[in-house]
């Protein structure tokens, strides 16, 4: 048990259409990031959320989108689903600061499976 | 590009063997590693952190060790169990020199031990 919440555990959706994952941090934690993690791979960075803003992106297109809110939940908005977006989306919280290091733990979720059709 | 690369991509001991997992990196400028177990269909749980300033971390069974200059990590299993089925996988958290980056992940090895 990480104290990381994700919702849905599972959804299908169609090809064209948007989606919405959201995930409930650790109590404490301030920063968030989200991962997509296909079948038979290690995950891949997407974005991560520090105090409400995204501080860091991957090499995902803009239709990768995502919020953090003032109690450090988070979402994440895929517009114009394609078929190769099917995957596990992991989202993971930590204790983080910018301009000093921190070498907290990441702590995951149990993610969300998306299935594109 | 930082590249992590995890060998071997799966393994299969008899219960009570003592295992060890290997982790590759090409850019030694990483602030933290981190091993990962992911059983099927669920996500990552912690197993061990070593900072960059460490040489290895210890809990329980599972012990880890970090050689940043030849960008080698491994994490060593002893008197496997059934139960430590899984994938396990390896990560790397980029060093910004004043900010953390993202961790980068290898694809896993995964893990069966037969009773």
């Known amino acids: 048990e990480t104290g990381v919440t994700q919702s849905p555990t599972h959804l299908i959706k169609t090809r064209g259409q948007q989606v919405t994952l959201r995930c409930s941090s650790q109590?404490?934690?301030?920063?968030v990031s989200w991962y997509q993690q296909a079948l038979g791979q290690g995950p891949q960075f997407i974005f991560q959320?520090?105090?409400?803003?995204?501080?860091g992106r991957g090499n995902f297109p803009p239709r990768f989108s995502g919020l953090q809110f003032p109690n450090y939940s988070s979402e994440l908005n895929v517009n114009a689903l394609e078929l190769d977006d099917s995957a596990l989306y992991l989202c993971?919280?930590?204790?983080?600061?910018?301009?000093?290091?921190?070498?907290?733990?990441?702590?995951f979720g149990e993610g969300s499976w998306l299935t594109v059709v | 590009k930082q590249e992590v690369t995890q060998i071997p991509a799966a393994l299969s001991v008899p219960e009570g063997e003592n295992l060890v997992l290997n982790c590759s990196f090409t850019?030694?400028?990483?602030?933290?590693l981190q091993w990962f177990r992911q059983d099927p269909g669920k996500g990552l749980t912690s197993l061990l952190l070593?900072?960059?300033?460490?040489r290895e971390q210890t809990s329980g069974r599972l012990n880890a060790s970090l050689d940043k200059s030849s960008g080698r990590s491994t994490l060593y299993i002893a008197a496997s169990q059934p139960g430590d089925s899984a994938t396990y996988l390896c990560?790397?958290?980029?060093?910004?020199?004043?900010?953390?980056?993202?961790?980068?992940f290898g694809k896993g090895t995964k893990l069966s031990v037969k009773p």
């Open positions: 070593i900072q960059s300033s460490q």
């Open positions: 993971a919280s930590s204790l983080g600061s910018t301009g000093a290091h921190s070498g907290n733990t990441i702590y």
């Open positions: 850019d030694s400028a990483i602030y933290n």
């Open positions: 959320y520090y105090r409400e803003e995204e501080n």
């Open positions: 990560a790397v958290r980029k060093d910004y020199g004043g900010s953390q980056g993202n961790l980068i």
């Open positions: 109590s404490g934690h301030n920063t």
